[in-house]
């Protein structure tokens, strides 16, 4: 617990993380709040008020859109399909890849080859080839953006850990724990993983925003998010195609979409910079 108020404490003091981070959090709860609050549904059509301009008197705060919903409360609910998927995304790669990665690189020889062989395999491979035939074949299922996203970022994250894991393996307190008869599995949970964090963490902030964007790709190409659900890369999408007639309903959603990338950005790079002065002498 004081480990943890001292890192809370030194983490303070870095303003990539406290202003990227507080904007970040603030983004999250007003998208989660603002839509219980707000009087207008995602999905009621007001047909008097369609393309209606932002106004702050007249109920719509960020305007309607060609269909005449809301755009606040499908832009909140936007940034929270948008968060989930990013969130859900980066855990599936963040489990797969540490413990590809770390495998890979603590037990070496062949099995790192042959393992290191089929992360380049599928590397090869056309990721959006491969969506396209997962939703002809699985239909566009909600939980299969889960999937391919994570998929794909599994990759990176694998060879990062394995970089760090070979490192790692030569060190007095691995050398002990093989010595010891800690199995294989134990050493890589309980003393390789940990050691991990550092590197992990500030990846997982910027593996975020390649989710987000890939998400946002997707639904873009009308690939992702359907509807009646929305993202903010279903809103810029239907934005691009109202661009001139009603340019809000783009740059609304765009640059809350922007402001989100920059802020995981800072974050990661906030993150990087607290890491390495904890490890410098």
């Not at 936007?78 to 690189?105: C, D, E, N, P």
Request: aromatic content about 10%.
């Amino acid at each position: 617990m004081i480990a943890l108020t001292q890192i809370a404490g030194r983490a303070r003091g870095n303003y990539a993380i406290t202003v990227s981070g507080g904007i970040l959090a603030a983004i999250a709860v007003i998208a989660i709040v603002a839509p219980w609050l707000s009087p207008n549904d995602y999905l009621h059509t007001d047909f008097d008020n369609i393309l209606s301009s932002p106004r702050f008197g007249g109920g719509h705060w960020f305007g309607t859109d060609d269909l005449g919903r809301d755009l606040f409360v499908r832009t909140m609910m936007g940034i929270q399909v948008t968060l989930l998927v990013a969130l859900v995304a980066s855990f599936v790669s963040l489990v797969i890849g540490v413990l590809y990665g770390a495998i890979a690189g603590y037990v070496g020889g062949r099995v790192d080859a042959v393992m290191m062989r089929i992360v380049d395999t599928l590397y090869a491979l056309p990721f959006i080839f491969i969506v396209i035939l997962l939703m002809v074949v699985f239909e566009r299922n909600f939980l299969l953006i889960f999937v391919a996203i994570g998929a794909i970022n599994w990759l990176d994250m694998a060879r990062i850990v394995r970089g760090q894991t070979l490192s790692l393996r030569e060190k007095e307190f691995i050398e002990a724990a093989r010595l010891t008869g800690v199995s294989t599995f134990r050493i890589i949970v309980r003393h390789i993983a940990p050691n991990l964090i550092g590197v992990v963490v500030v990846y997982v902030t910027l593996t975020i925003p390649q989710a987000i964007l890939v998400e946002s790709f997707l639904s873009f190409l009308g690939l992702g998010i359907q509807e009646p659900q929305t993202s903010l890369g279903a809103l810029v999408d239907a934005g691009v195609n109202q661009k001139e007639s009603a340019s809000w309903m783009l740059l609304i959603p765009g640059g809350l979409l922007a402001l989100i990338l920059m802020c995981f950005n800072f974050l990661g790079d906030g993150l990087r910079d607290f890491f390495d002065a904890r490890q410098s002498p």
